[in-house]
C-alpha cells in the first residue's frame, strides 16, 4: 500500500519560510516523478514543483526564485522549501508521486500553509 505523508505546514508572516516534507512508504520516490501540489479555497489544485526521476526540476513562474523542491533518497523523502512567502501562497499543499510509464498517481493527504499577518 502506497503511502504519502506531508507535514511541516502552520501558520508564517509574510516574507517567513516553511519546509514542507513528504515521507513515502510502498514507492521508491527516485523512480517517480514527484510534485507538490496547492489547493487555495475555490481554485483549482495546481503544481508549485516538481522533480523528475533524475535531478530536472520544474516550477510555475507564481513561485520560482522562492521555492524549492529537493529529495533525499535514502531517506525517501521529498521537501519544499518556501521562501519570501505571501499571503496568496495560502493553500493545502500535497505531495504527488506519478509512475512514468503506468501514470497511476498517489496523493497524500495534505498540509495547510497559512501566510498571515
Known amino acids: 500500500q502506497v503511502q504519502l505523508v506531508e507535514s511541516g505546514g502552520g501558520l508564517v508572516q509574510p516574507g517567513g519560510s516553511l519546509r514542507l516534507s513528504c515521507v513515502a512508504s510502498?514507492?521508491?520516490?527516485?523512480?517517480?516523478?514527484v510534485g507538490w501540489y496547492r489547493q487555495a479555497p475555490g481554485k483549482e489544485r495546481e503544481l508549485v514543483a516538481s522533480?523528475?526521476?533524475?535531478?530536472?526540476?520544474v516550477y510555475p513562474d507564481a513561485v520560482k526564485g522562492r521555492f524549492t523542491i529537493s529529495r533525499d533518497n535514502a531517506k525517501n523523502m521529498v521537501w519544499l522549501q518556501m521562501n519570501s512567502l505571501k499571503p496568496e501562497d495560502t493553500a493545502v499543499y500535497y505531495c504527488?508521486?506519478?509512475?512514468?510509464?503506468?501514470?497511476?498517481?498517489?496523493w497524500g493527504q495534505g498540509t495547510q500553509v497559512t501566510v498571515s499577518s
Open positions: 504527488n508521486c506519478k509512475q512514468p510509464f503506468t501514470g497511476v498517481t498517489y
Open positions: 510502498g514507492v521508491i520516490l527516485s523512480l517517480n516523478t
Open positions: 522533480i523528475g526521476i533524475g535531478v530536472m526540476t
